[in-house]
């Protein structure tokens, strides 16, 4: 129902509170975290990271990175086998990886990957995941 008793818009299920506690709602939750998870303010879409894997309509991968090199991001929606170019990093030599699942918002360490070798990257789990690529430090 809308407001004072009225039929709601667009079949709304409840009411607004109990849509701030469903399974959406719990995953913008997690995408908020996970864009915020790194400096946004020099974040640029670039798709050209992915070097294979790219897949198309509801299951391509889209990526940004960081404009100083510190950092990539590719979101998998279908957490399908990727590759990415390290080359856009600000320093070869060994990356960190981090897997975030979107429905759950879980951290998993993908452990450590030579810049110059990110492929074949597969999610730790079945669906939807975001890999964050971190710069080698030092």
């Given amino acids: 129902a809308g407001a004072r008793g009225a039929p709601g818009t667009n079949a709304p299920r409840g009411t607004w509170r109990e849509a701030l506690d469903s399974p959406v709602a719990q995953q913008i939750r997690h995408l908020r975290a996970t864009l915020t998870a790194r400096p946004m303010l020099g974040r640029v879409a670039d798709e050209a990271i992915v070097t294979a894997g790219q897949g198309s309509g509801w299951q391509r991968v889209v990526a940004a990175r960081d404009a ?10 279908a957490g399908t086998r990727v590759s990415l170019d390290g080359a856009k ?15 759950t918002g879980a951290v998993t360490d993908g452990g450590r990957k030579d810049t110059r070798a990110l492929t074949d990257l597969t999610a730790p789990a079945e669906g939807d995941h975001t890999l964050i690529v971190d710069a080698p430090t030092g």
């Avoid at 100083?68 to 929606?77: H, Q």
């Fill in 68 to 77: 100083a090199g510190g950092y990539l991001m590719a979101y998998l929606p």
């Fill in 89 to 103: 990093l600000a320093r070869t030599g060994t990356a960190k990886l981090t897997w975030i699942d979107a429905r």
